[in-house]
């Protein structure tokens, strides 16, 4: 087993209550009218739980603190591609 395997298992597991709480705040938002989106809260969590893991990864192969904020507003972006929100 990889490194990252092992890494992405512990990451996975230490996460769980977090992602049930990210979830129900996406389906609050959907259903409430707050994100627009015709992805489905559970995607939408597992897409910004990736996002989190290649930042947490990308921290520890390089902790450049300037660099780390650029990735995150990339990938925030993406994020934002995928459903429009009232909120920025």
């Known amino acids: 087993m990889s490194v990252r395997d092992k890494v992405w298992l512990q990451f996975i597991e230490s996460n769980h209550k977090n992602l049930n709480k990210v979830r129900d705040a996406f389906?609050?938002?959907?259903?409430?009218?707050?994100?627009?989106?015709?992805?489905?809260?559970?995607?939408?969590?597992?897409?910004?739980?990736?996002?989190?893991?290649?930042?947490?990864?990308?921290?520890?192969?390089?902790?450049?603190?300037?660099?780390?904020?650029q990735k995150a507003e990339?990938?925030?972006?993406?994020l934002g591609c995928n459903c429009s929100c009232k909120y920025k």
């Open 27 to 69: 389906e609050q938002a959907i259903e409430n009218g707050e994100l627009s989106t015709e992805q489905k809260a559970d995607d939408l969590t597992r897409l910004l739980h990736g996002i989190c893991y290649t930042l947490y990864i990308q921290t520890n192969l390089s902790p450049n603190k300037t660099e780390l904020q």
């Open 74 to 78: 990339v990938y925030l972006n993406v």
